[in-house]
């Protein structure tokens, strides 16, 4: 079972609009969550890190937020542009290893249409 | 734009082929790291390193292997290639002393 839940699977908006991808994730202990944006045919590239004891994280117009209580975090969008569609990948890492496993969530397919 | 960079980009071979999957990053890291991704799906490390002469496999089974014989590089090998071979695979370095990942471009490849 995926440890890593990300909603909506797929949403599509306007051009200008703001939006806000969800990111739920079970993995225990916790070290980090980090969004990646993967545009098609291309390997992820990293929008935010943030640790326990970070709540937000901003990124130009990506602005990332986490409760470590409720293991939750969203990634929002502002004024979003053609070239924000791609894939948003949540990513968490535990404690349990020095190689600090990653769970990868299976992405939010963002359409931003003109 | 992190300095990993993946060839080829495009494969399509046959059955039975063995190929190679290049991986190299100019950024001195320890770290690296294979993972193979299905369209819609996420992410699965099929194997790591540490550093040189450092390897191990990841999560997913793979009849894959590795190499690292020098710190930028890290092949990946397919002694005989099938059609459930057919993935994206994509190479990653970090350094030690962080918890950030860089990725390459990926490598699609098509096992016929």
């Known amino acids: 079972k995926n440890q890593v839940e990300q909603s909506p699977q797929s949403l599509i908006i306007l051009e200008g609009k703001n939006c806000t991808l969800q990111?739920?994730?079970?993995?225990?202990?916790?070290?980090?969550l980090r969004w990646y944006k993967q545009d098609t045919g291309r390997g992820p590239v990293s929008l935010t890190i943030?640790?326990?004891?970070?709540n937000t994280k901003s990124n130009g117009r990506y602005t990332a937020t986490l409760d470590a209580d409720t293991k939750q975090s969203s990634l929002h969008i502002t004024a979003s542009q053609l070239s924000d569609s791609a894939s948003y990948i949540c990513?968490?890492?535990?404690?349990?290893?020095?190689?600090?496993?990653?769970?990868f969530g299976r992405g939010t397919q963002l359409t931003v249409w003109p | 734009e992190a300095d990993i960079y993946q060839t080829p980009r495009y494969l399509v071979i046959g059955t039975g082929k063995k190929i190679t999957l290049e991986c190299s990053q100019t950024?001195?890291?320890?770290?690296m790291y294979w993972y193979q991704q299905d369209p819609g799906m996420e992410l699965h490390l099929i194997h790591y390193?540490?550093?040189?002469?450092?390897?191990e496999k990841g999560d997913l089974s793979s009849e894959s292997t590795v190499s690292r014989i020098r710190t930028e590089h890290f092949p990946l090998t397919l002694e005989s290639a099938r059609p459930s071979h057919t993935s994206q695979y994509l190479c990653?370095?970090?350094?030690?002393?962080?918890?950030?990942?860089?990725f390459g471009p990926g490598t699609r490849l098509t096992v016929t």
């Open positions: 990653a370095s970090s350094p030690t002393e962080t918890y950030e990942q860089y």
């Open positions: 950024m001195g890291h320890d770290k």
């Open positions: 943030m640790t326990f004891s970070e």
């Open positions: 990111c739920n994730y079970t993995v225990s202990p916790f070290s980090n």
């Open positions: 390193s540490y550093g040189v002469n450092s390897t």
């Open positions: 990513v968490v890492s535990d404690r349990g290893s020095t190689l600090g496993r990653l769970y």
